[in-house]
């Protein structure tokens, strides 16, 4: 007999083709995700033993204490699990996973994308070719800044911070990043540590941010660090909203002190600060990290392994705790 | 005694000019103003030297009526049609260019444009931008991965072979290339050589073209050459517009067969084939591949270079004719 499973988020379609073929699956239909109403009504119905979720169901208190222990995991499709109340899934026994490391690559992908359109001035010559083009520039006109040689500073240097150092080392940049702890010469391949943020920025010609949201992170791109950053610094940021202070940020970007942001994540998405929409020196992605098919299915498929995983009673691959 | 008198025929990147006003007099151009053949030779009287630009026509006439006095021409580009060398021969006249300095910028050009085709940032930025982002779903704009996968190179020159370096040392992608001869290894290093192009085009996830667009390569990427890339390939140019039947390619991003185009040149620009404008899965620049501080002041050093060395007595370097 097939286990029964809630899929309560829009899913690519091969994760869907695998959940209705592994499990007895209850899969939501679209065009939008399912409230936490409704996931809790489908659970019910369904009499389902697992829940398949992304970041756009809130697995708040109210809801996990409603759902009865049958569940025994909620697997999220997603790295991050701000969405998920952790303590009251612990007090229920609930085991939650994510799933870490299948992103990394798109993601990294991603920022140096963003590196090299806030250099290069993409938005701007994006708009020039949607009017129409139909002028010439002088020599000196519209330049951007060239992402080869130059400095790169990364904050949090984890899987995806590390990735991103690999992509920046193919343009014979010099690395530099701050991290709580400094790594081993293997995993650190010639990037230099900075125990401080703060010594840290004088030397970022471009910074790139790849720390969790967390109390120490909240706002650490301020007034104060981003004027620690050489004048004509470029910032870009695909990693949480929260850790950039983003008054300080359009200051920056109207006084030339910052020449360009790239921006995947925002303080509140999807309404997030339309004052950045009026800048033409930053370049806006609405928040797809992660958003390939490879890497999508990529996902689906890893929180497929962690759900049958335990409902066939071996351990999670990726539990948030253990 | 006195400096030399230089013409600067268009408006240069600060740092250029502040050389040039340091070690010549120098003419220039602050209001950017075009100028004709005409103008050059009434600007130069009395000058030493020209630093031309490539909107300017050097034809054999302007040459010949150029003031006896000027020793040196150089253009501040790689490119020199713009400059009849026979007539600048005939008057003795050395002519430099600025070759080289601008492979890094231009192959980076490539890279973005790859990046950007292939994850939908065009799309992505403009929905954002005109705010009607209405939240994150698992399926919203999709893209295509780039770092792992397959990589051709069409033309394996000094732009080629960087745009190589980038994607196979940044992104771990596996590059092929087809290029008139193989290199040798220590150009080629890990890269797949291809003498046909059948065998080239089917295995291009993405496919960036860096040869030259006149000649035999006109057109090169056409319907028929389209048809034998795999389904949801990504294709850039960063070198010139005529690699490109653009009806062909364009009919391609409409029917989804390549998924996405990255493009800084285009035949005919700036006036281009307006079927790209209505695309959603085209990113589109304006020419400008060598568009960095950096890049743009090295070219204009370079200029001043085979300027100085020539009014010196010396060999410039980048010497044409």
Known sequence: MQHRLVVASLMPPAVIDRARSEFDALVAQGPDDITGEEVLQAVLAHQAEALLITSTVKLNKALIDKIPDRVRIAATSSVGFDHIDVPAARAHDLIVTNTPEVLTNATADLAFMLILNACRRAHEYDAIMRQGWRRRFGQGDMLGIEVFGKTLGILGMGRIGRAVAQRARGFGMKVVYSNRTQLPPELEQGAQYFSSLHEMLPACQILTLHAPASAHTQAIINKETISLLPKGAVIVNTSRGALINEDALIEALQSGHLFAAGLDVFHNEPNYDLRFSTLPNVFLTPHMGSATVETRNAMGFRALDNIAAVLAGRPAMDPLWT | ?321
């Open chain 2, 1 to 321: 005694m006195s400096k030399p008198i230089l013409l600067i025929t268009r408006r240069l990147p600060p740092a250029v000019e502040a050389r040039a006003v340091r070690d010549y007099e120098a003419r220039l151009n602050p209001e950017d103003t075009p100028v004709t053949g005409a103008d050059i030779i009434r600007k130069a009287e009395g000058a030493q030297a020209i630093l031309c630009c490539p909107a300017e026509r050097l034809d054999a006439e302007t040459i010949r009526a150029l003031p006896p006095t000027v020793k040196v021409i150089s253009t501040f580009s790689v490119g020199y049609d713009h400059i009849d060398l026979e007539a600048a021969r005939a008057r003795e006249i050395v002519v430099c260019h600025t070759p080289d300095v601008l492979s890094v910028a231009t192959a980076e050009t490539g890279i973005l444009l790859m990046l950007a085709a292939a994850r939908r940032a065009g799309e992505g930025e403009r929905m954002v931008r005109a705010g009607k982002w209405t939240g994150w779903t698992p399926t919203q704009l999709i893209g295509t991965q780039v770092s792992g996968r397959r990589l051709g190179v069409f033309g394996m020159g000094r732009i080629g072979r960087e745009v190589a370096r980038m994607a196979s040392g940044g992104f771990g992608m596996a590059i092929h290339y087809r290029n008139n001869n193989r290199l040798p290894p220590d150009l080629e290093r890990n890269a797949t050589y291809h003498s046909s192009d059948d065998t080239f085009l089917r295995v291009c996830d993405f496919l960036s073209l860096n040869a030259p667009g006149s000649g035999p390569t006109y057109h090169w990427l056409n319907a028929e050459r389209i048809a034998k890339l795999p389904p949801g390939a990504v294709v850039i140019n960063t070198a010139r517009g005529t690699l490109i039947d653009d009806e062909a390619l364009i009919a391609a991003l409409r029917s989804g067969h390549v998924a996405a185009a990255g493009l800084d040149v285009y035949e005919g620009e700036p006036n281009i084939n307006p079927g790209y404008l209505d695309l959603e899965n085209v990113v589109l620049l304006p020419h400008l591949g060598s568009a960095t501080r950096e890049t743009r002041d090295a070219m204009g050093h370079l200029a001043l270079d085979g300027i100085d060395a020539v009014l010196a007595g010396r060999v410039p370097p980048s010497r044409i004719a």
